[in-house]
């Protein structure tokens, strides 16, 4: 089965970077565009950033345009969410989708309902 497990989040402080990771197994990781979404305490699940299957189409959140970068390693069968210049409101569990259609070719895919597999979350918390 589809297994998707985030890594690297942790504490920063306000104008600092992290790099999450997300490792994905149990299909071919190439052949699928992932996303990156978090929710934070008594809000709603939010999308920050998407890349398409073949890695070259990215797109983000306007709140994040700018500071974060998505990539992939298909080699690695892994996700990454490059954030720097992280902000207090950066705060919450951040979350790795799969979709479950391969080599899909529509538009930005930033709603969590065209998302089919998901991570566990890792926690990423921003001290001011």
């Known amino acids: 089965q589809v297994q998707l497990v985030e890594s690297g989040g942790g504490l920063v402080q306000a104008g600092g970077s992290l790099r999450l990771s997300c490792a994905a197994s149990g299909r071919t990781f190439s052949r699928y565009s992932m996303g990156w979404f978090r929710q934070a305490p008594g809000k709603e699940r939010e999308f920050v950033a998407g890349i398409r299957w073949s890695g070259g189409t990215k797109y983000y959140a306007d709140s994040v345009k700018g500071r974060f970068t998505i990539s992939r390693d298909n080699a690695k069968n892994t996700v990454y969410l490059q954030m720097n210049s992280l902000k207090p409101e950066d705060m919450a569990v951040y979350y790795c989708?799969?979709?479950?259609?391969?080599?899909?070719?529509?538009?930005?895919?930033?709603?969590?309902?065209?998302?089919?597999?998901w991570g566990q979350g890792t926690q990423v918390t921003v001290s001011s």
């Open positions: 989708a799969s979709r479950s259609r391969m080599y899909d070719s529509g538009s930005a895919y930033s709603s969590s309902s065209e998302y089919d597999y």
